[in-house]
């Protein structure tokens, strides 16, 4: 196939600019681009962002990845290129491997080296940079790393510019948006405004009043997940607004049922989530309780269900002592739902399939799904079948994948590696 690219047009570089515009010039066109401009284009340049870009993160020749490459009309013959954020692509413009990308759930910055050149987003959390790592004697080899702040700026340099680093904030719940936005914006100085990426969390009925009991005694919620005022349930949705507005991007997380998606996007997110993890293994202890007490009809195993509602959110503790008949009924209704006993979702990913159709239909083309929360043998493989679907074939570019990278990796092998290496270095013998 005939290639056209940018020096194919023959004409200059914008006066001042040939040092900008000689690391574009091999930037490809379709046929009818060449032919529209050939006779229309007097000079090539590139545009203040491309400039930023390049000052933000200097290489040698070329363009540095985490960046697209795209083409505008300007006055007077000038082409510009633009540079735009845009993960998908490596170094130069070039598309990543696949469609699909893929993301770490770590603040390990040993992991991270190891993982570095296959992704194309980072998530962290409080609870990963702290419990997982800082105060984690086994990861923290020597205490070398003391604070947050130095764990990102090593992750940072270790990931270069290509990928994305989603951050979350200490405390969402926080009053005074200038504190927020406060640390937010350290994040951004800190990791780099093209890189940066604002965790928001749902927050339901969690307010700044009552979020003290998560932190005490039981540690339960004395009101129900749906006993919820409209101010606070919609505080996450309003913060990502609000960070929006000063140009961040958002990470809206904490999605775990289909029903939150429609009104998750009207918050304009850059990521929205599926979690996966909890939410499989809460449909398959409920369906057990179900089953038992559909054998054997013995109301033990509706106390329970009851119990482990509680103890799981579902029920808040006033609702110790729920009629069982309303339990059971509760039982059947999350399973339902969830389509656990059908195609559409025995494999815990009816959230996934519902959100993808969610964002085939919506105006926000450039929001990407995180995939997440993943454990045991089937919850990758899965996916990667159900993304194998005709159904979602044309949405593979919405799609990030994303665990920690001791659980991606171990689906690089399969008990043939074993077999087959055996074969080969036995049939090698150390021969040169």
Do not use: W
């Amino acid at each position: 196939m005939l290639k056209f690219r940018l020096f194919s047009l023959g004409v200059p570089s914008a006066r001042g600019e040939d040092d900008y515009v000689q690391r574009a010039l091999d930037t490809e066109m379709c046929r009818d681009e060449y032919l529209a401009l050939r006779d229309t284009v007097k000079f090539i340049g590139v545009t203040e962002s491309f400039k930023d870009v390049l000052n933000e993160f200097p290489t040698e020749g070329g363009t540095p990845a985490g960046f697209r490459r795209d083409l505008m009309m300007d006055r007077d013959g000038v082409l510009r290129v633009d540079l735009k954020r845009d993960i998908s692509r490596d170094k130069d413009g070039a598309p990543r491997p696949t469609k699909v990308l893929y993301s770490a759930d770590t603040a390990d910055p040993y992991e991270v080296e190891a993982i570095a050149p296959f992704i194309s987003n980072l998530t962290c959390n409080p609870g990963i940079v702290y419990d997982l790592f800082i105060n984690n004697p086994k990861a923290n080899v020597g205490n070398r790393f003391k604070t947050r702040d130095e764990v990102m700026g090593e992750i940072g340099r270790i990931l270069g510019p290509g990928a994305d680093i989603s951050v979350e904030l200490n405390n969402p719940f926080e009053k005074d948006f200038s504190l927020l936005l406060e640390e937010a914006e350290k994040f951004r100085e800190m990791i780099g405004k093209y890189r940066v990426v604002i965790k928001v969390p749902h927050t339901g009925p969690v307010t700044p009043e009552n979020v003290g009991q998560l932190l005490e005694g039981d540690k339960l919620l004395s009101v129900g997940y749906d006993d919820i005022k409209t101010e606070e349930a919609l505080r996450g949705h309003r913060l990502a607004l609000r960070l929006r507005e000063h140009g961040f991007r958002i990470n809206f997380t904490l999605m775990f049922e289909p029903y939150q998606t429609q009104l998750a996007l009207q918050a304009r997110p850059y990521f929205i989530n599926t979690f996966l993890r909890h939410r499989l293994v809460q449909s398959t202890k409920i369906k057990e309780f179900l089953d038992a007490y559909g054998a054997s009809r013995d109301e033990t195993h509706l106390e329970d269900l009851r119990a482990y509602l509680v103890s799981n959110d579902f029920y808040p503790p006033s609702k110790a002592g729920a009629d069982l008949r309303d339990v059971l009924n509760f039982g059947y209704s999350v399973i339902g739902y969830r389509h656990f006993e059908d195609r559409e979702g025995r494999d815990g990913l009816d959230g996934m399939r519902h959100n993808l159709r969610v964002l085939r239909n919506c105006n926000l083309p450039d929001t990407r799904l995180i995939v997440c929360s993943m454990d045991g043998p089937h919850n990758y493989p899965d996916i990667d079948k159900l993304l194998c679907e005709p159904e979602f074939a044309d949405m593979h570019h919405r799609v990030v994948i994303t665990a920690p990278p001791d659980y991606l990796a171990r689906f690089t092998s399969t008990n043939q590696v074993i077999s087959y290496q055996r074969r080969f270095m036995n049939a090698a013998k150390g021969q040169s």
